[in-house]
């Protein structure tokens, strides 16, 4: 059954590199179908992988090879809760270190140009606790950061 709702990324020819990365590093992930172009079009030739269906972690998207035209920005950006540091590790780094780039408080941007908040629980816990002062310390501490580091906000979040 097709989703109702899919969210659709543009690329300029890439979709099935990044779907396929995807799909390889995030639980819950998958290519699920590469459309070609039936015809020519303003970015490609008929034949070209024109749209590529994949999820990530279960969430349905739609990669368009539309061209140069437009970029990813901020504005946008998936957001993964992570249990552990081994987790946020792995995927921080797999980003990252796939011709990605670190930006700051637990964001990243993929070589694609999409970005990522990669996002320990014990994060969102932290910033969200009623003891107002422990909230703000481990805000504090997480504004420091690139890659959150689980023991450094629970120490903050301790005093």
Not at 69 to 90: K, N
């Amino acid at each position: 059954m097709t989703s109702k709702n899919t969210i659709c990324l543009w690329f300029d020819g890439t979709a099935l590199d990044a779907a396929s990365f995807y799909a390889k590093t995030f639980p819950d992930s998958a290519v699920v179908a590469v459309h070609h172009a039936p015809g020519d079009y303003p970015s490609g030739k008929q034949g070209d992988v024109l749209t590529v269906e994949f999820t990530v972690m279960g969430i349905p998207c739609l990669g368009l090879n539309g061209g140069p035209i437009f970029q990813h920005c901020e504005a946008f950006s998936f957001q993964v809760a992570t249990d552990d540091q081994a987790e946020t590790d792995r995927l921080w780094n797999a980003i990252v270190g796939n011709g990605g780039e670190e930006s700051a408080c637990g964001w990243c941007k993929d070589k694609w140009g999409l970005s990522w908040q990669i996002t320990p629980r014990v994060l969102t816990a932290a910033i969200s606790n009623p003891d107002r002062a422990a909230a703000k310390r481990a805000f504090e501490a997480m504004m420091e950061m690139r890659k959150i580091d689980v023991a450094a906000i629970e120490a903050a979040l301790k005093g």
